[in-house]
């Protein structure tokens, strides 16, 4: 019996042993994991927010020759110039962060993977989707920022930028005008002149396509034209010298044809300041109302812009998803046992975003044209990218 006894509590105190030498084993491992996990995430951060800086700054000079042509031709203030900078750089955030976030993932795991990091942690025990997690929790909190800034912040900063350009004009009314070029966005009109002089205001040889009047659009032809405007007036006049006025009335099988000497166009700034009273641009819709639009496009039997608006509301869920299916991409390709990875992180980065972007605009394309519903043509380019970067991650951890 104490026999029995005695060889019953060597067993219990060396379970016990084990027991303790388990845990401890156990609390190490997971004190290293989160030191590795919190290793990785600050990682993440600061080439985040350089190619976020780097993509930005590239965006806004391709518009900088723009802004600067304000200053000197137009002698806008700087003031103005940088609240349009502004809500430019709000604009181009939706492009830019899924790009850094790429970039960033794509040169962590490329330098973590060449200075054979990601060996010494799979030797550890650390496999390729638990190193993910880190990557991940990232990628989420960008998508749910990307998220409201695409459904939210976007709209608020298209809106404004519109504004200030309205008041811009008000006072500098050749802003926007381009000698040669069909100036589509002209105070609600369309718009072309040979000759522009911003000093003078004065046009030379003008063509003007009025469709404010939905049922009596009119086509203007003439020699010469004056802009009068001034900040005292709430609007802007354009005056026409010597051309004639083409219109052809709703249900008429004639073309009416009235030459003038002198023809003045209210441009109804103060109408137009006002958003609620034009044709809203699918930029400048809040998410509530992008059903309401569509279904007065359709109800108007304006099927195109239904499926121009319907292919932007689902374009505000998909560029902020594909934050994710980047991050998971950047790994996959990170992880490779090869220096070029981390040596071209950037060359890497265009040239994916650059054949999503390509994918991506042709999947508008054909939403527009209702060959594929909006709500399955504008997930396209994500699906082929998500199974591509599922197909690498998988392969990564099996090695």
Not at 99 to 120: H, K, P, Q, Y
Not at 301 to 328: G, P, T, W
Not at 364 to 389: C, D, E, F, H, K
Request: hydrophobic share 50%; aromatic share 14%; with cysteine.
């Amino acid at each position: 019996m104490y026999s029995f006894i005695y060889y019953k509590r060597k067993m219990l105190k060396n379970q016990c042993l084990d027991g303790l030498r388990c845990f401890s084993v156990n609390f190490k491992y997971t004190v290293h994991k989160t030191i590795i996990f919190r290793y990785l995430f600050r990682e993440l951060i600061t080439p985040f927010f350089l190619g976020l800086s780097v993509f930005i700054f590239i965006l806004i000079m391709s518009q900088i020759l723009r802004l600067n042509e304000l200053i000197i031709v137009y002698g806008v203030g700087i003031g103005t110039v940088l609240r349009l900078m502004f809500y430019l750089l709000i604009g181009f955030l939706a492009i830019s962060i899924p790009i850094a976030l790429l970039f960033s993932v794509l040169m962590v795991f490329g330098r973590l993977s060449s200075d054979s990091e990601i060996t010494a942690l799979k030797a550890s025990g650390f496999s390729i989707l638990q190193l993910a997690m880190p990557v991940l929790l990232f990628s989420v909190i960008v998508f749910i920022f990307c998220l409201y800034l695409t459904l939210y912040l976007e709209p608020w900063g298209g809106i404004n930028y519109r504004r200030v350009i309205f008041e811009i004009g008000q006072s500098k009314a050749t802003v926007g005008i381009k000698e040669g070029v069909f100036n589509d966005d002209f105070f609600g009109l369309v718009l072309y002149t040979d000759k522009l002089n911003p000093k003078e205001k004065t046009l030379e040889h003008v063509f003007l396509y009025d469709k404010r009047d939905k049922e009596k659009p009119i086509a203007v032809v003439a020699e010469k034209g004056a802009l009068i405007s001034s900040p005292d007036l709430p609007n802007i006049f354009l005056v026409l010298s010597k051309g004639n006025i083409h219109s052809t009335p709703q249900n008429a099988d004639s073309i009416q044809k009235i030459s003038f000497d002198r023809y003045t166009i209210n441009l109804a700034l103060s109408a137009m300041m006002r958003v609620d009273t034009r044709e809203k641009r699918g930029s400048e819709l809040f998410i509530e109302g992008f059903q309401q639009e569509i279904a007065k496009a359709k109800k108007e039997k304006k099927f195109a812009r239904a499926r121009m608006l319907e292919s932007e509301y689902y374009k505000k869920y998909s560029v902020a998803f594909v934050n994710i299916i980047f991050a998971v991409l950047g790994i996959a390709l990170g992880i490779r046992p090869t220096r070029a990875v981390k040596s071209f992180s950037f060359v890497f980065t265009l040239l994916l975003v650059g054949v999503y972007w390509l994918l991506y605009m042709n999947a508008q394309r054909v939403a527009v044209l209702g060959t594929l519903p909006a709500s399955v043509s504008m997930w396209v380019p994500n699906i082929l990218y998500a199974a591509i970067a599922g197909y690498l991650i998988f392969r990564a951890n099996r090695r």
